[in-house]
């Protein structure tokens, strides 16, 4: 009998050893989200919205705004052609596939951006805007401090990892405001759902728009380091609220979460 309590101790031993292993495996991500009144600036729900998170492909929404903001200005056109340099092409996927050396418009690179989310597309607006990355990064950087964005610093324009690159829920919440209130003209491009490029679909990541009733942008984001992020924008009945999740466990899990926070603030009163 002993020798059975023996055995069966051993192995609670080792199967306890292999169950927290495969726990472990799973990382634990940092989660925080908020939903705001775009017409009122009120604040309807928050968990943990000043924490600091890595941005991921959320990053892209300020390469995005700098790209609006040229176009505002008459300092770009929707036509204007930039070259695609060795380095951008290198970026690492999700991607367009772009060759070194090809020419792109800026309303493709926008288009790819806002759709798959492209790394490469990113890099190409950054260089073309800024000269370099670099460059375009301090341009990114300070339009974030003018934007109120005290919590956030970006050190590349596509959202790739990045350990010193990292924002909260509130600075997102508000670039995302930001982008509506101060670029509507250029805003509609969050909701493409697909377009034609080299002879291909390519589809958008943000599938909240295909099945939210009143969803219409704005950007997904993924990378190990910090789960799966949106903001998201959605109008019902003339009201507008603006969504940010950050450590969602998929992308479905994510969606299904705006979903339900945004439902529930639907149903606040606007008051």
């Not at 909260?168 to 209130?181: F, I, R």
């Not at 099945?211 to 789960?227: C, H, L, R």
């Amino acid at each position: 009998m002993s020798k059975l309590k023996t055995f069966i101790c051993i192995a609670s031993v080792i199967f306890g050893f292999f169950i927290n292993s495969a726990f472990a495996s799973f990382p634990q991500y940092k989660t925080a989200s908020l939903v705001l009144d775009y017409n009122t600036g009120k604040v309807l729900y928050q968990q943990n919205p000043n924490i600091l998170v890595h941005p991921a492909s959320l990053t892209k929404m300020m390469t995005l705004y700098l790209a609006f903001q040229k176009l505002q200005a008459n300092q770009l056109s929707l036509q204007q052609r930039f070259r695609v340099s060795s380095y951008a092409a290198s970026k690492a996927p999700s991607k367009l596939g772009l060759k070194a050396g090809q020419y792109v418009s800026v309303e493709d690179l926008i288009l790819g951006v806002v759709t798959r989310s492209a790394n490469d597309a990113a890099t190409v607006l950054a260089e073309g805007i800024g000269g370099s990355e670099p460059k375009f990064v301090a341009m990114m950087n300070q339009q974030a401090s003018a934007l109120g964005m005290a919590h956030t610093i970006f050190y590349n324009a596509s959202g790739l990892p990045n350990p010193k690159q990292y924002t909260t829920a509130a600075d997102m919440a508000l670039l995302g405001k930001a982008l509506l209130q101060k670029q509507p003209r250029y805003y509609g491009y969050f909701s493409t759902r697909s377009f034609m490029f080299g002879g291909q679909v390519i589809r958008s990541h943000n599938h909240l728009l295909d099945w939210y009733q009143g969803a219409d942008g704005i950007k997904t984001g993924f990378v190990n380091a910090s789960g799966f992020n949106l903001v998201a924008s959605a109008m019902r009945n003339n009201r507008r609220l603006i969504g940010v999740i950050f450590g969602a466990s998929s992308a479905k899990a994510r969606d299904r979460h705006m979903a339900s926070l945004l439902d529930r603030c639907f149903n606040m009163s606007a008051s």
